[in-house]
């Protein structure tokens, strides 16, 4: 497809467990974030990742999260011994650059986790 | 610290009302002014932007006014109909180099038939 994909759609993990989480984004775009989205909470920025420099951490929430762009395309968001605050949807998106009118970002449909 | 405060938190329009929604920002560095709307397990989408060099830009039955000085902005739908009913966010960034949204808590919109 065109769009930013993000797998999986969905997903249940017990309190403890380590989970990853997916972005491709659209093909060509150099810039990659990563935000969170808590209900009533909006959306919280996580990670940003800028052709091969190195990425922007300052948005993780704690040590038990971290995120990976290989070859510059796909994306993994990695949070590690989950806990039940964690529960939330992950939105990835992706743009050419970082001139933010001119490269609007474009979102994927994100992965909803919740942690038992 | 928010430093995009959004309002109200949610929103009821008879159909062929006008939607209002307000934000305010606290960063004078911020110069671009984005709008995204999203639908029920879908990701946000940009429906119209702005920057701080007009005071109003307007798509189809959608505009932004801009109040520099008062650091707010506000989206309106003019003619809202059921099909906008979503919930809507907005958001703040610096235009220069690298900077990345600072979203407000976003507005849950109901357009009554």
């Known amino acids: 497809g065109a769009g930013v994909s993000q797998s999986p759609s969905n997903k249940v993990t017990e309190k403890g467990k380590d989970v990853e989480l997916r972005c491709d984004p659209i093909?060509?775009?150099?810039?990659l974030y990563w935000y969170r989205q808590s209900l009533g909470q909006g959306l919280e920025f996580l990670i940003y990742f800028q052709g091969n420099s190195a990425p922007d951490k300052s948005g993780l929430p704690s040590d038990r999260f971290s995120a990976e762009r290989t070859g510059g395309s796909v994306s993994t968001l990695t949070i590690q011994r989950t806990q039940q605050e964690d529960s939330a949807v992950y939105l990835c998106?992706?743009?050419?650059?970082?001139?933010?009118?001119?490269?609007?970002?474009?979102f994927g449909d994100g992965t909803r986790l919740s942690i038992l | 610290q928010q430093q995009v405060k959004q309002s109200p938190q949610s929103l009821i329009v008879q159909k062929g009302g006008i939607s209002i929604i307000n934000c305010a920002y606290e960063?004078?560095?911020?110069?671009?002014f984005p709008w995204y709307q999203q639908f029920p397990g879908k990701g946000p989408a940009l429906l119209i932007a702005?920057?701080?060099?007009?005071s109003e830009k307007k798509e189809g039955r959608f505009t932004i006014s801009f109040n520099k000085s008062a650091k707010q902005f506000s989206l309106h739908i003019m003619d809202s109909q059921p099909g906008d009913s979503a919930t809507y966010f907005c958001a703040a960034s610096k235009n220069s180099g690298y900077s990345t949204l600072t979203f407000g808590k976003g507005t849950m919109l109901l357009v009554s038939p």
């Open positions: 960063n004078t560095a911020f110069d671009y």
């Open positions: 093909s060509g775009h150099t810039a």
């Open positions: 998106a992706s743009s050419l650059g970082t001139r933010a009118s001119a490269q609007p970002q474009h």
């Open positions: 702005i920057r701080p060099d007009v």
